[in-house]
């Protein structure tokens, strides 16, 4: 079976982490974003995979090789060299994706949850039609485009953009499954496949939706990130508890890299992930973070919702907080107050940011 993933572009929404890593690669929980994806596509049978980029990363390319190699399938760029929106990517990537008559996946690059990919491939056989999207529940579906079906049979009827009156809380997850058939209906130009593409195949009565069970989160940008993260964090709470770091100093869902260190009187949680090799100093406390791969954090610092860039440096008696990110090789010198700051990669900081502002 095949899947074709929307990378897209570069991440600007997620900066100034995707400054120094392309998106996809950018840890969640100390995998990359992308390897959330694929591992899950493999375990439901997936040996071939697309990523739609829109520009070409050696660093992804080098990356995809080695997990190839690690996962036994197998990784295809396929490259767009003006935007094509959400559906002209399968129309670029049709001689792949129509290679048999098997139906394949497609998904958005930036979507965190628990992947139902064996059941949605069975849900999408036993309704033998031409595609099924997931959706998920919202709690304000004024601010989404919903979808319209119905309930026992999962039978899209419409969608309804921000709609004022209430007529659906399930709105369209990211995630699909078509039969080949379905790329005839794609031109190779920019189009909409919720706009242009979906409508149109509602009408004809051969677009379904699935509900998905569980926590579901677009995290594309820092905020959702972090929110995304405590989703995850209490998903493996219920799948997978023996992941999760325990003990004194402790609190709630952590997830500690075996390679990270931690001082003293230190207390972590809930809800923080700690990268690789990453130093934490005696007495810190750090909430609602997520520190990367080669970062240290210095004795006595206060740390909440905020992301830590590989390699950067906190200093002592730090006070960080309000989702705080630091790119890449940052250094927070002692005593300072960041409030909200967006810090891009290899700056020094020496005084306090006490208004959320990009640093530059």
Known sequence: ??????????????RPLTLS???????????????????ALVKAGVD????????????LEREMRVQEQRLGIRISLSHEKEPLGTAGPLALARELLNIDNEPFFVLNSDVICDFPFKDLLQFH?????????VVTRVEEPSKYGVVVFETDSGRIHRFVEKPQVFVSNKINAGMYI??????????????????????????????????????????????????????????????????????????????VDPTAQI?????????????????????????????LKGARVRSHSWLESCIVGWSSSVGQWVRM?????????VIVNDELYLNGANVLPHKSINESVPEPRIIM
């Open 1 to 14: 079976m095949k899947a074709l993933i929307l990378v897209g572009g570069y991440g600007t929404r997620l």
């Open 21 to 39: 890593v392309p998106k996809p690669l950018v840890e969640f929980c100390n995998k990359p974003i992308l390897l959330h994806q694929v591992e």
């Open 48 to 59: 071939h995979v697309v990523l739609a980029v829109s520009y070409m990363s050696e660093l």
């Open 125 to 133: 056989r036993n309704h033998g039609k031409e595609g099924t999207i």
């Open 178 to 255: 078509f039969n080949p058939s379905m790329l005839s209906r794609i031109q190779l130009r920019p189009t909409s496949i919720e706009k242009e593409i979906f409508p149109v195949m509602a009408e004809e009565g051969q677009l379904y939706a699935m509900e998905l069970q569980g926590f579901w989160m677009d995290i594309g940008q820092p905020k959702d990130f972090l929110t995304g993260m405590c989703m995850y964090l209490q998903s493996l709470r219920q799948h997978a508890p023996e992941r999760l770091r325990t003990g004194p100093g402790f609190l709630g869902n952590v997830l």
């Open 263 to 291: 001082g003293e009187n230190c207390t972590i949680g809930p809800n923080v992930t700690i990268g690789a090799g990453v130093v934490v100093e005696d007495g810190v406390r750090i909430k609602r973070c997520t520190v």
């Open 321 to 329: 907080e309000n989702v705080t990110v630091l790119g890449e090789d």
